[in-house]
């Protein structure tokens, strides 16, 4: 989730991450249409936007600055515009979830949907996934926007949402295993269960939200909103069921700021 000023039987996967980015050699199984169609949904979205630089209805240089800026308001979520009586901007938190500020925003959002979301998808079923992935982003942002009601900042990107992901992960599959590559340990792979990288990237996010300011960046309270209301969800539908585990997976990241 960025802010932008102006602007089941389980898959299995190989993961490796690498000083931030994610490589993953899926399935063949093709098992989670609700996954793929919001990868789907979000890129071609992003390739029309002005956000692409691709599209020459938007111009160049000056021009297409400004699309972006008009755009990202317009789709966005503005928290000093959220609470009040417009329907409008009532609509942004959903819609902002389908907007991305960057090719790297983009990519890395929808990569860890890609890896994280198809196997929570095949254990939840669709139509649960899909509300609960729609219902836990739109939440995350509104407890952003709560949190900082005078920003003038637009926020986009779907990790409010991916987080509620990450969060039904944990529960759902505490033991799977997250291979990583550590640059500050020479590039060495290293195997741990996601009940030790989770926690650790929640910590991060914690930490990093203390040291966040109200300009342009990474919205990391969505993060641990989405986190937590994905993480308690799991746990009130799924309780009293058996979790899955011992499924490798990728370490969740932070988005990159457009």
């Known amino acids: 989730m960025s802010m932008i000023r102006n602007w089941s039987t389980a898959v299995r996967r ?4 690498v000083g931030g980015l994610v490589t993953a050699r899926p399935s063949r199984r093709r098992t989670a249409p609700v996954t793929y169609t919001l990868i789907t949904l979000c890129c071609l ?51 902002a979830l389908f907007v991305h500020g960057s090719w790297v925003h983009l990519l890395g959002n929808m990569l860890f949907l890609y890896v994280f979301g198809a196997m929570t998808e095949e254990r939840m079923g669709r139509l649960q996934f899909a509300l ?14 709560g949190a900082n009601a005078h920003s003038q ?29 550590l640059p ?8 741990f269960p996601a009940w030790v990288v989770l926690p650790f ?24 909103v989405g986190f937590g209301l994905g993480f308690a969800f799991a746990w009130v539908r799924f309780g009293r069921t058996t979790r899955v585990g ?13």
């Open 14 to 17: 190989t993961v490796t991450a």
């Open 45 to 95: 979205l992003f390739l029309i936007s002005p956000a692409a630089g691709l599209n020459p209805v938007y111009g160049t240089g000056e021009e297409v600055l400004a699309a972006q800026r008009a755009y990202f308001r317009r789709w966005g979520v503005i928290p000093a515009e959220l609470f009040e009586d417009s329907p409008g901007s009532a609509l942004t938190p959903a819609t």
């Open 132 to 145: 609960f992935y729609l219902g836990c982003g739109y939440l995350a942002l509104v407890g952003y926007a």
């Open 153 to 181: 900042e637009s926020l986009v990107g779907a990790s409010g949402a991916i987080s509620a992901v990450l969060g039904a992960f944990l529960f759902l599959f505490p033991r799977a295993r997250v291979t990583s590559l």
């Open 184 to 191: 500050f340990l020479f590039f060495l792979p290293l195997r």
């Open 201 to 224: 990237w929640v910590s991060l996010q914690w930490l990093a939200a203390g040291r966040a300011g109200d300009g342009p960046g990474v919205a990391y309270l969505a993060h641990l």
């Open 246 to 258: 011992g499924v490798p997976v990728a370490a969740p990241e932070g988005e990159n700021q457009p």
